[in-house]
């Protein structure tokens, strides 16, 4: 039988992780694709690199991308990162939205897909507590499976069956923990905080872990994680 | 009167300049973009800055990615740039094609565009000589213009108006040199070669370089470029 292989996305965050657990039971080979892009908390790509072997992916390509010459986000310039209560989705997009991340992400999964010879592609985004990034949108994600089924040599030839998967669109961060949970995720492999210490010890205030927070309480379980403050 | 500004995807050969020079006709003060994708023939970004100064470019930014390690490309790995004839675009799409290339170079200026706050990005695509690469159709350029518009923080608000400019769809190669000539471009300063000596004098037998020769055929012009072999 002919092995499925899917690329993953990873960033060694849960949403990322739990995605990775939902294509291994689903029965694809993983190929974890992660991004060292100048952001500040690249302490995630040590533990993206944990999280591509508890799954035992083939492949884990880390690729160097600067994106701090574009800037335009407290993630990658010297903005500071807000230490407040999560921003409310349908008001405003945080700061620590990086533009056009996703999109620039996604196309470079769709390069490693074409040479690879593989047509699905998972990607943790979310629309419940997804921060208000616009390019965690479902009708954002489905016209770049549209675009993506024209951009390459399959698309020519009329045989393009590119999928982004997206299994976490419609979940709560508290229902994704859950979900992982029952697959097994070990989070203590990851990482979510934007803002560590050097010890990669998470901060407990950014918006980022105030999430992760967040969905624990809701899903009633305890993050193996120790913060800073708390 | 508010200053129109563009972004323009620059590698330094006919096509982007002309293109720039279209920009810069239509009234466009240009923000040109390059990419150090590890290309072998990298010679290509010393043009384009000298391309950007004669354009009068307000900035000139040249993003660092490695797609090496992606690979599946002559232009990228150890694969052999054919010095052959030009390939028929109807029956073969050749191996010079990088993989999503112009989707990962097109989501970076999109990422650049929304932090400048520009809605117009040109790139300088050819349908008709296009070595058959599949990201050069008109469809998928439109197809990347309507994800483009979801893809950012505007997208969300409802008031994005990102125009994916491609002035070269229809022309021949020979019509871009006549048009290019017309609007005062000096040739002198572009490079095609996929495989320049050290002094970045072009071979004359790649792809690149016997297209460029027809265009100037076609035009009835002469290559300003001394070509090492011919």
């Known amino acids: 039988m002919m092995v499925k292989k899917a690329i993953v996305l990873s960033s060694g965050g849960i949403d990322s992780t739990t995605t990775m657990a939902i294509a291994r039971s689903e029965g694809f080979e993983i190929y974890s694709l992660s991004f060292n892009y100048g952001q500040r ?54 700061i620590t939205y990086v533009p056009a991340r996703n999109t620039i992400f996604l196309s470079l999964a769709l390069a490693w897909a074409e040479v690879l ?10 629309a419940i507590d997804y921060s208000g990034y616009p390019d965690c949108r479902p009708e954002y994600i489905k016209e770049f499976e549209k675009m993506a089924n024209l951009a390459t040599k399959a698309g020519v030839e009329g045989r393009s069956h590119m999928r982004i998967h997206i299994p976490l669109i419609h979940l709560t961060k508290g229902d994704i923990i859950k979900k992982g949970m029952e697959l097994g995720v070990d989070y ?19 918006d980022s872990c105030q999430l992760r927070l967040k969905g624990f309480n809701e899903a009633g379980l305890s993050d193996p994680l120790v913060y800073k403050y708390q």
Do not use: M, W
């Open 117 to 126: 010879g593989v047509e699905d592609i998972f990607i943790g985004v979310n």
């Open 41 to 94: 908390h690249s302490y995630e790509l040590k533990k993206a690199s944990e999280v591509a072997i508890f799954f035992n992916a083939k492949e884990h390509l880390i690729i160097d991308i600067d994106l701090r010459k574009i800037g335009g986000s407290a993630l990658t310039s010297d903005i500071e990162v807000p230490k407040s209560e999560i921003q409310n989705p349908q008001s405003a997009i945080p």
């Open 188 to 206: 203590h492999l990851t990482s979510s905080c934007y803002n560590p210490d050097e010890d990669g010890n998470p901060c407990g205030l950014c």
